[in-house]
């Protein structure tokens, strides 16, 4: 189902037609994982997990087969602002260690079974200066979420997704300040590991973009499209059309979680499809986590990006729906089942 966006004013028809998940799934779910042989719920959030892929399966007993994880690399303006570490071209230099299978997330993809790609957004054309003018014009932004949306593998059946880009951590933090309010300070972090000079470096140019388009702060796709950077609009794109095809997506660290919260912000409800897979140790992570009421799955201190952590929570998942499609039921087995009348104080042992 391939789209093109014409104008923001497209994305947004797109966006106010999303659907919900399969409540019937969800009720025949329910009533299988009732039945397992265990205590009811003593898998914890494994049976949350479980029922709620079955509701976006739209199947009592989901599965991960065929998970996908998809990285946007792009260049941003502002990095010329001192913001990063490291130079600008290394973000096309991490492209073809992507490529090549040389970087973290391609030996996590080898380690959990997933398919890998990276989708590298005009590297040698950086987003504007958002201190001074949009990151991107409309033209640039819509044509960026048009990537993101026709890069969906319509096989899939989990989607991660990251981004690789110098400089996207201040946009993420401009992002979010911009979605979110409060000071520069209360989003911007360390990133790639800047000092205290460069972190004040961060905060003023955050400060700066935030002022010069404070105007557009109650549209969250214009703050996306004049903060932001063309991984974020991709990551953006890639989120809903995964909603409009009904398959759950696993979020990333800060910054692509500060692109999916454009979604939540434009549509609440919009990210109904979605689990935090990680908290990463960027410390604006989990204040954004909370705004959209995700509590994420694992908390391993990871600051990488590149979609790692997201990555790393689809055997978490895999685990969880082995149990609900897999186990036997009580009848199945043979197994005598919760008595109601006697005690279930929730102890799991037999």
């Known amino acids: 189902m391939k789209q093109h966006f014409e104008s923001v004013a497209a ?22 994982n009732g039945q397992l042989t265990k ?17 976006w399966q739209r199947t009592p007993v989901p599965s ?12 941003h303006g502002v990095a010329r602002r001192g913001v990063s570490a490291y130079p600008s071209e290394v973000t096309a230099q991490m492209v073809e260690n992507f490529r090549q299978g040389g970087a973290a997330i391609n030996q996590i993809c080898q380690a959990v079974g997933a398919r890998f790609q990276v989708v590298a957004l005009d ?6 200066d958002f201190t001074v003018e949009p990151a991107m014009s409309e033209a640039e932004f819509t044509a960026a979420l048009t990537i993101g949306w026709d890069s969906f593998e319509p096989a899939c059946d989990t989607l991660v997704v990251g981004e690789m880009g110098i400089g996207n951590t201040t946009a993420a933090s401009a992002v979010a300040a911009g979605l979110f309010g409060g000071p520069p300070s209360r989003w911007v972090g360390s990133g790639t590991g800047v000092d205290a000079v460069g972190l004040d470096v961060k905060r003023q140019v955050v400060e700066d973009g935030l002022r010069m388009h404070r105007s557009v702060f109650g549209d969250p796709l214009e703050i996306a499209r004049c903060l932001g950077g063309r991984e974020f609009a991709a990551m953006i794109g890639a989120i809903l059309r995964a909603r409009v095809e009904s398959v759950p997506v696993l979020l990333d660290g800060f910054i692509c979680t500060a692109a999916a919260a454009v979604l939540e912000r434009a549509k609440p409800g919009a990210l109904d499809h979605c689990l935090a897979g990680h908290l990463s140790a960027e410390r604006a992570h989990g204040r954004i986590l909370e705004a959209i009421g995700k509590k994420p799955l694992l908390s391993l201190d990871m600051r990488l990006g590149e979609a790692t952590g997201g990555a790393l929570a689809i055997p978490i998942v895999r685990a969880a729906l082995q149990c609900q499609s897999g186990m036997s039921t009580f009848a199945d087995a043979a197994v005598s089942g919760r008595d109601d009348a006697g005690d279930d104080s929730g102890s799991g042992s037999r």
């Open 11 to 32: 994305f947004r028809q797109v966006l106010e037609t999303i659907q919900g998940p399969d409540s019937s799934a969800m009720r025949e779910a329910e009533e299988r």
């Open 64 to 75: 991960v087969s065929f998970p996908w994880v998809t990285v946007f690399a792009g260049n």
């Open 39 to 55: 205590p009811y719920r003593a898998l914890g959030r494994l049976d949350e997990i479980a029922v709620w892929y079955s509701a």
């Open 123 to 128: 590297l040698d054309r950086p987003t504007a």
